[in-house]
């Protein structure tokens, strides 16, 4: 079982940085890649970015690339979202979530989700 806490959320206005954190409580996670994935009231989850757990490669959406940095701590059992030049439409939920299968960019593939910390940015 992969329990994941997500934690850095909070109110930033436009052109704001905010670093999200998911922290992992399974220590053998070696073949498992590690999602963000955000979520509107009213609309499907969306997938932000992913990272393997050995570091790398990593997959973007487009909305996040050039933005958005995904990064991990393996010593730490840490997922970081780095996001910078944030906009009002960045407004959501961020889950932090982890998956064996190879296809990173469908939340229906990934078992193990946290609760969610909520982003909001003011315009």
């Known amino acids: 079982q992969v329990q994941l806490v997500e934690s850095g959320g909070g109110l930033v206005q436009a052109g704001d940085s905010l670093r999200l954190s998911c922290a992992a409580s399974?220590?053998?996670?070696?073949?498992?890649?590690m999602g963000w994935f955000r979520q509107t009231p009213g609309k499907a989850r969306e997938f932000v970015a992913a990272i393997r757990w050995t570091g790398g490669p990593t997959y973007y959406s487009d909305r996040a690339k050039g933005r958005f940095t995904i990064s991990m701590d393996i010593a730490e059992n840490t997922v970081y979202l780095q996001m910078n030049s944030l906009k009002p439409e960045d407004t959501a939920v961020y889950y932090c979530?982890?998956?064996?299968?190879?296809?990173?960019?469908?939340?229906?593939?990934?078992?193990?989700w946290g609760r969610g910390t909520q982003v909001t940015v003011s315009s």
């Open positions: 399974k220590t053998t996670l070696s073949s498992y890649t």
């Open positions: 979530a982890a998956t064996s299968a190879s296809i990173v960019g469908l939340s229906s593939n990934y078992p193990y």
